[in-house]
Nanobody, 114 residues
Framework: QVQLVESGGGLVQAGGSLRLSCAAS??????MGWYRQAPGKQRELVAD???????NYADSVKGRFTISRGNAKNTVYLQMNSLKPEDTAVYYC??????????WGKGTLVTVSS
């Protein structure tokens, strides 16, 4: 059974930093990443990383956010710096296995106050 457990969300002032973590179990994952969904908006990709370390970022977070995977490759982190109020959203961990099946965490709320 695949499980994704997220942690690290919270309330921070604009310009601050947060680090999100996601621990996945139950399969071997090719791509792991983070998506976010703000109120009234569609879920969007924030960043993802392959098992080999290739990364992909949304234009809106480039230069501010950094995605990484742990040594065991089943944990993914999102370091978020220079946070802006528009980064406020529920952040979801996503993992994709080699069959192309997607798995999702329950989400963690990030609130950035101005």
């Amino acid at each position: 059974q695949v499980q994704l457990v997220e942690s690290g969300g919270g309330l921070v002032q604009a310009g601050g930093s947060l680090r999100l973590s996601c621990a996945a179990s139950g399969s071997i994952f090719n791509v792991m990443g983070w998506y976010r969904q703000a109120p009234g908006k569609q879920r969007e990709l924030v960043a993802d990383i392959t098992r080999g370390g290739s990364t992909n970022y949304a234009d809106s977070v480039k230069g501010r956010f950094t995605i990484s995977r742990g040594n065991a490759k089943n944990t993914v982190y999102l370091q978020m710096n220079s946070l802006k109020p528009e980064d406020t959203a529920v952040y979801y961990c996503n993992s994709r296995d080699y069959a192309g099946m997607d798995f999702w965490g329950k989400g963690t709320l990030v609130t950035v106050s101005s």
